[in-house]
Nanobody, 115 residues
Framework: QVQLVESGGASVQAGGSLTLSCAASGSIFRFDTMGWYRQAPGKQRDLVGGILEGGSFYYADSVRGRFTISRDNAKNTVYLQMNSLKPEDTAVYYC?????????WGQGTLVAVSS
């Protein structure tokens, strides 16, 4: 059994930075592919970015150039570095991956950006 746990959410002012973490615990697991998603109040869950098989990174247009995804395989952890935060980045952020055919979601971590 593998679980994903996000952390690092906080309240920040516009222009600030935060780093979110997504840690995998449980059985032997490796973040070969994964995605960061976010869901603002009253809106659908949107893809922020992720890691493709082969190790390349991709980002939504709304965050490209401001957000950076990185991975620490030794710690089974993926990070989302968020810079130049805007009020529209306010959302609950989730990480997503697969363990075999089992889809995994974390519980989410709240990022609130004030103007």
């Amino acid at each position: 059994q593998v679980q994903l746990v996000e952390s690092g959410g906080a309240s920040v002012q516009a222009g600030g930075s935060l780093t979110l973490s997504c840690a995998a615990s449980g059985s032997i697991f490796r973040f070969d592919t994964m995605g960061w998603y976010r869901q603002a109040p009253g809106k659908q869950r949107d893809l922020v970015g992720g890691i493709l098989e082969g190790g390349s990174f991709y980002y939504a247009d709304s965050v490209r150039g401001r957000f950076t995804i990185s991975r620490d395989n030794a710690k089974n952890t993926v990070y989302l570095q968020m810079n130049s935060l805007k009020p529209e980045d306010t959302a609950v952020y989730y990480c997503n991956s697969y363990y075999g055919f089992q889809e995994l979601w974390g519980q989410g971590t709240l990022v609130a950006v004030s103007s």
